[in-house]
């Protein structure tokens, strides 16, 4: 497969307030990553190199939109940045990893070269391996501010567990034996609606459920208020794969910062070529719609979630 050098294109505004969220978290993010006492230069390059690459930093934006939802007090929402930070740190970590020769094996993210493309795979591995403990230290630093510690507990827990092995790291296990590496007849499980969908889930949707619970359990949901934003959360989590997967065909990589095509070329398991791409699109209207629908329990912003499930459907990159 030909690789495709890109370079970063502008980044677009998002609409308000979510623009001034992302603009709030990118300095943070510069802020943390400024200056890391005691980490060797070489860790401490690639770590800013892999986690402030240019994005739209939809983790931390639902970190901070959970929080929103439940009603958390609006004087402590700026310290609810580490936890915000943390999902971004998760995030880059699992992209460094996913892009590795023995994984994905990519050489573009975000229009910039891959992370160990521009240092090497030791350097790669280890850089995600810290971001990943970064994203702890900065959850377990939000116990300063909220009063109550079973909440950071709970945050901690919700993180932990989308990320582990019932989580994203499973869901990556499921991926690459979709690709036929572990035999046909996990492949041709992987292959289906089902097989798909639990790819989905578990690689995407339940990380960026655990954002929307994170901000929930920190600004002091309840019971219902937590069981609605994971729902929500794992809506937005699948459409967002599946525009993903579409993207992946149909992009190019000017467009998409990475190189397109690549699922296809791999035989990934993804909607197209589960169901086809009409009901691929059919699918992303349907779950985009139900999240919609099902933030309509926090009237109060039931529209941010509205725009930001409509922003994730149309992406371009």
Not at 27 to 38: D, T
Not at 104 to 115: A, E, M, Y
Request: net charge positive; with cysteine; proline share 5%.
């Amino acid at each position: 497969m030909t690789k495709t050098r890109s370079s970063p294109r502008a980044r677009a505004a998002l609409p308000p307030p979510f623009e001034a969220d992302r603009r709030a978290v990118d300095r943070y993010l510069a802020r943390r990553l400024a200056r890391l006492p005691g980490v060797p230069t070489r860790l401490a390059r690639a770590m800013r190199h892999a986690a402030l690459a240019p994005g739209k930093r939809v983790r931390p934006l639902l970190v901070l939109l959970g929080y929103d939802a439940v009603g958390g007090d609006a004087r402590a929402r700026a310290a609810m940045l580490p936890a915000a930070a943390a999902l971004e740190f998760v995030h880059a970590f699992s992209l460094a990893h996913d892009d590795l020769p023995a994984l994905d094996d990519d050489d573009l993210r975000r229009g910039r070269p891959t992370l160990h493309r521009e240092f090497d795979q030791a350097t790669a591995i280890l850089a995600g391996d810290a971001l990943l403990a970064l994203a702890f230290e900065e959850l377990a630093a939000t116990s300063l501010v909220v009063k109550d510690p079973r909440r950071v507990a709970m945050a901690v827990f919700e993180v932990a567990a989308a990320t582990g092995p019932a989580g994203m790291i499973g869901g990556q296990v499921l991926d690459l034996a979709a690709e036929g590496r572990w035999g046909r007849a996990a492949a041709r499980r992987g292959r289906t609606k089902a097989g798909v969908t639990a790819i989905h889930v578990g690689k995407t949707g339940r990380l960026l459920a655990a954002a929307l619970v994170t901000g929930g359990c920190l600004g002091g949901g309840d019971a219902r208020q937590l069981g609605a934003l994971e729902a929500v959360g794992l809506d937005l989590g699948l459409a967002f794969q599946v525009a993903d997967d579409l993207l992946n065909e149909h992009g190019d990589a000017r467009t998409l910062g990475k190189n397109a095509g690549t699922d296809r070329a791999r035989g990934k398991a993804t909607y197209l070529r589960a169901v086809g791409a009409p009901a691929a699109a059919r699918a992303l209207s349907t779950l985009t719609a139900r999240a919609v629908r099902r933030a309509e329990v926090f009237p109060r912003i039931a529209g941010r979630f509205a725009t930001l499930a409509a922003l994730l459907a149309a992406r371009q990159a």
